[in-house]
């Protein structure tokens, strides 16, 4: 009954999570933090990014350490990588989360976007898993979680670099799985379908909105919170043989032909 109570417990754990000062990133981090784990945020906008680690700590009483950091800029996620560690003394859980789309036709996909959004959702990704894994490696215990998406399973039209890099980063978590689970390191993607942040929200028209929230067996779009439980599992001794897959958390939208 106790190894029960505690399979989700994630006290003494430290995690790292990108692009935490809202959405899907904080919500994450809400939840890490409620299962005990201190926390290492950072996004883009230095005053969004502070007033979102006080929030979190002065909810849950854990440590919340934070920086602004550009993830499309190599030299910014070297320093997070170093900070976290110096911070927190050590990295175990890793949640690659930063993101964003910018939705084109492929015969209208400009240079700059297509290599923004390569560097932003697939390399750093990379970058800051490499940087991190050398300490779970040490310790002979780790998770990194990759925060793909449905977008990287199937897709639509105008999304041709977000599914490219979404897909690629279920593609790294297959080998890094492979490389890693030696050392006792899980890596993982979660799959999100239609959840109601600041990115669709922004990029959809409203019938956009509605049609995706159609698709779904729930008729809705969900919140941020409800991926909570699934980075969680991953995170958790929950998930200590979950390792080189992908979670989806869609609401059944995949589910459906027509």
Known sequence: ??????????SGRSAVITGGSRGIGKA????????????????????????????????????????????????????????????????????????????????????????????????????????????MKERRWGRVIHISSIMGLASTPQRNAYSATKSALIGMAKASALDLGPFGITVNCIAPGPIATEMPMSILSKPQQDALAARTAMNRWARPEE?????????????????GTVIVVDGGALARIF
């Open 1 to 10: 009954m106790a190894y029960q109570q505690t399979i989700f417990d994630l």
């Open 28 to 135: 994450i981090a809400t939840g890490f933090a409620q299962a005990g784990a201190d926390l290492f945020l950072c996004s883009r906008k230095e005053d969004e990014i502070r007033t979102a680690a006080e929030e979190i700590h002065n909810q849950t009483g854990v440590r919340v350490e934070y920086t602004a950091a550009d993830m499309a800029k190599r030299d910014d996620v070297r320093r997070l990588a170093d900070l976290a560690i110096q911070r927190l003394g050590k990295v175990d859980i890793l949640v690659n989360n930063a993101g964003w789309n910018i939705p084109q036709p492929i015969d209208a996909i400009r240079d700059e976007d297509w290599d923004y959004l390569l560097e932003l959702n697939l390399t750093s990704c990379m970058a800051l898993t490499r940087a991190v894994v050398p300490g």
């Open 227 to 243: 991926l909570i439980g699934a980075a969680l599992l991953l995170a958790s001794e929950a998930g200590s043989y979950i390792t």
